[in-house]
């Protein structure tokens, strides 16, 4: 009878053992996801941000607004920069970007959207998001009124990331 409950306990302590090593498994594989998330569209900034001229680099910065129309190319890379907000903002949303990730990033992300090239190409460029997230637009919009709070719920994509659509919304 010893012996059945000395087995009875390995047993139990050899799950608890796997369960614990599972759990801890899952936890190194999405820091791991979240690294190669984070050097992925790190090195994607850093490219966008090279493909500004250097009076170009100057307009990104600046808080004053553009004279004139703004050039295209201008345009073009501020654009990218915006997709890749997007993208990002998108990943946190849905839960496959650490929140600490996306709160070292946030701040330069909204330094940028309020300054004066951003103000003047997002009434441009917003048609473009609010047809593939309107949370996007919601959040440009409510930082470049003064306000930057959120509170992320995930979400779940209804259609393929390749395919622009609508989301679903599950608070968690």
Not at 66 to 82: C, D, F, K, T
Not at 122 to 149: C, D, I, K, M, T
Request: charged share 25%.
């Amino acid at each position: 009878m010893n012996l059945h409950i000395i087995l009875q306990f390995a047993t139990l302590l050899s799950v608890v053992i796997g369960f614990a090593s599972l759990l801890n498994s899952l936890h190194a594989q999405r820091r791991q996801a979240n690294a190669q998330i984070f050097l992925a569209y790190t090195k994607r900034f850093d490219e966008i941000m090279s493909d500004f001229r250097e009076e170009e680099f100057q307009a990104h910065l600046d808080t004053v607004a553009p004279a004139g129309e703004i050039p295209s190319e201008l345009r073009n890379v501020a654009g990218r920069y915006l997709n890749l907000c997007c993208e990002e903002y998108f990943l946190c949303s849905a839960g496959y970007l650490a929140k600490k990730i996306w709160r070292a990033w946030e701040p330069d992300i909204i330094r940028a959207l309020r300054r004066p090239l951003y103000r003047t190409l997002w009434p441009h460029l917003r048609n473009e998001y609010q047809s593939y997230n309107n949370e996007f637009v919601a959040y440009v919009e409510a930082v470049q009124a003064g306000h930057h709070a959120r509170k992320w719920r995930r979400t779940r994509t209804t259609r393929p990331r390749s395919e622009p659509g609508t989301t679903e919304q599950t608070a968690i």
